[in-house]
T-cell receptor, first 115, second 116 residues
Framework: KAGVTQTPRYLIKTRGQQVTLSCSPI?????VSWYQQTPGQGLQFLFE???????NKGNFPGRFSGRQFSNSRSEMNVSTLELGDSALYLC??????????????FGEGSWLTVV | GDSVTQMEGPVTLSEEAFLTINCTYT??????LFWYVQYPGEGLQLLLK?????DKGSNKGFEATYRKETTSFHLEKGSVQVSDSAVYFC???????????????FGRGTSLIVHP
């Protein structure tokens, strides 16, 4: 069974640009969540999508947005990039309900560097 | 709200030493508990989990027991290897039935360095 797949793995962007990251969850998983990981702030929750609807949201500015498609694949977008957005962005998937369980599985992450 | 507290790192050990990484939690309901491991340059991997009191999760020689009376889920391994060098995250997740959102709450992570 394939794991969570994230693309691209590495990217460099310039301040002010925007970026889109992609995530394919484990087959059958309907919940996809996104996290930002930095040395200073640790692991921070961005948002979670379940069946194409944003179900939970962390405390990030509106420049951070996401969506989920009918096949459960998800994208997150960061507009007007700032230097502080440089981080490892992690996607995780789970069944997302009481039947399929709440264990989340992470992808390898997308390393974003803003210069 | 929910919270997870892990011991500060880095933890530095010699190969074959005994490992304990402490984790305590605060939760309003009856959470599931997890340990994740992150090797350099990679994402987080699920190491083990426990879903009810007194459950013991185990994997790759690591163990942790869900202790409801002490709200703890300490990670242990009897003999560490250099390849165990990584960052270890303790986490909890509460079900929607108990008022949670399934979104895990993570600790800050504990770095483990194992020397030959």
């Amino acid at each position: 069974k394939a794991g969570v797949t994230q693309t691209p793995r590495y990217l460099i962007k310039t301040r002010g640009q925007q970026v889109t990251l992609s995530c394919s969850p484990i087959s059958g998983h309907r919940s996809v969540s996104w996290y930002q990981q930095t040395p200073g702030q640790g692991l921070q929750f961005l948002f979670e999508y379940f069946s194409e609807t944003q179900r939970n949201k962390g405390n990030f500015p509106g420049r951070f947005s996401g969506r989920q498609f009918s096949n459960s694949r998800s994208e997150m977008n960061v507009s007007t990039l700032e230097l502080g957005d440089s981080a490892l962005y992690l996607c995780a998937s789970s069944g997302g309900d009481v039947v399929t369980g709440n264990t989340i599985y992470f992808g390898e992450g997308s390393w974003l560097t803003v210069v | 709200g929910d919270s997870v507290t892990q011991m500060e790192g880095p933890v530095t050990l010699s190969e074959e030493a005994f490992l304990t990484i402490n984790c305590t939690y605060t939760a309003t309901g009856y959470p599931s508990l997890f340990w994740y491991v992150q090797y350099p340059g990679e994402g987080l991997q699920l190491l083990l989990k426990a879903t009810k009191a007194d459950d013991k999760g185990s994997n790759k020689g690591f163990e942790a027991t869900y202790r409801k009376e002490t709200t703890s889920f300490h990670l242990e391994k009897g003999s560490v290897q250099v390849s165990d060098s990584a960052v270890y995250f303790c986490a909890l997740s509460e079900s929607r039935a108990s008022g949670g959102s399934y979104i895990p709450t993570f600790g800050r992570g504990t770095s483990l360095i194992v020397h030959p």
